[in-house]
């Protein structure tokens, strides 16, 4: 197998561009689609700090990897989870750490247990409110609440993730199955700064998962090999799984897919505000919500909504 572009020996072969690269002609692709990404859907400005949050994870360890190559002001945000089964929090931490200083990244720091004495793994154990709710599903809502705030406080053009095109079109893929208007109008590579909400953007959403192992291989990237002991929503790994069976029949299909609902996403604008209604400011951190008291506040400040005064 030979570099289409220079006819050196190829370093990676990608099925769904029907191409194969050298290790050079492929870190130059890499970069370029990156850059693309973010001057077509205008994720970040030059001269405006971008918020990555890093988990320790192969994609938000690429996608700081290549922002900062680009000439973007990278920072870093780690959110320690405080999840000690199988050591999964420290091992994070540790790794996100060491990439960080071998890449000169400003990291900053939030830790669960050192702001409320407590993290992710507690609320398993613990009396809590939301019980209704799994584990996975608040930790989410936890680390969106912080990236926000941390992105907020810094001034920043976005806040940035490593959701990559495989996240992008399974997420599409489950909302398309139920027709979900409201989540059909967020399943985008950038959500505008609205509302008190930061910009969020993906960098890395018309990148495949192959394409940024591949980056990382290149060079020489090491993540987090451990997974959360708390298993993603069984359903999400199944539609993955069959995306993933479908693009090996016919290669191209994951990115078609998506590119195709970004040519019709804007039919879905008008519910993009939801069942709740339009944010307003929580009664005690100040960020967004949709009730008196955000989630947040309620589950690891411990703040309840006012009482509501008798009527009579
Ligand atoms: P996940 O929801 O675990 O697939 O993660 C999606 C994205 O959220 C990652 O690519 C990261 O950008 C970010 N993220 C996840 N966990 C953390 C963490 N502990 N600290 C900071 N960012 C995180
Ligand atoms: Fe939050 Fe798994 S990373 S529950
Ligand atoms: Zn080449
Ligand atoms: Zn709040």
Redesign the pocket.
């Known amino acids: 197998m030979k570099c289409r572009i220079c006819g050196a020996p190829a370093f990676v072969k990608l099925a769904a561009h029907n191409t194969t690269f050298c290790a050079e002609h492929f870190d130059a692709f890499f970069l370029r689609q990156v850059r693309r990404t973010i001057e077509r859907f205008g994720m970040l400005e030059p001269d405006r700090p971008v918020v990555v949050a890093v988990?320790g994870g192969k994609d938000s360890l690429a996608v700081t990897h290549a922002l900062s190559r680009l000439g973007y002001p990278v920072e870093a945000l780690h959110i320690d989870?405080g999840?000690a089964t199988g050591g999964f929090s420290a091992a994070s931490l540790e790794i996100t750490e060491k990439f960080c200083r071998q890449n000169g990244i400003v990291l900053h720091l939030y830790s669960l247990e050192e702001e409320f004495g407590r993290g992710?793994e507690a609320l398993e154990r613990g009396r809590r409110p939301f019980r209704s709710r799994s584990?996975?599903s608040l930790?989410?809502m936890t680390?969106r609440h912080i990236m926000n705030e941390v992105a907020l406080a810094r001034g920043a053009a976005a806040v940035a993730t490593g959701h990559n095109l495989d996240d992008m079109a399974t997420a599409l893929l489950a909302n398309v199955l139920r027709w979900d208007g409201f989540y059909l109008a967020k399943t985008l590579p950038v959500l505008a700064s609205e509302h008190g909400f930061a910009r969020k953007v993906k960098p890395l959403a018309l990148l495949s998962e192959e394409e940024i192992l591949a980056y990382c291989r290149l060079h020489g990237i090491a993540r987090v090999e451990g997974r959360?002991?708390?298993a993603?929503d069984a359903k999400f790994l199944r539609y993955k799984a069959l995306l993933n069976d479908i693009e090996q029949h016919s290669p191209g299909t994951k990115r078609a897919f998506y590119e195709g609902y970004l040519g019709y996403a804007s039919l879905f604008r008008d519910h993009r505000q939801g069942r709740s209604g339009a944010p307003r400011p929580c009664g005690v951190c100040g960020l967004p919500t949709s009730s008196e008291v955000c989630t947040f506040c309620r589950l690891w400040r411990g703040a309840a909504p006012a009482a509501k005064p008798e009527e009579g």
């Open positions: 988990s989870l999840i992710v584990i996975c930790c989410g680390k959360c002991p708390f993603r």
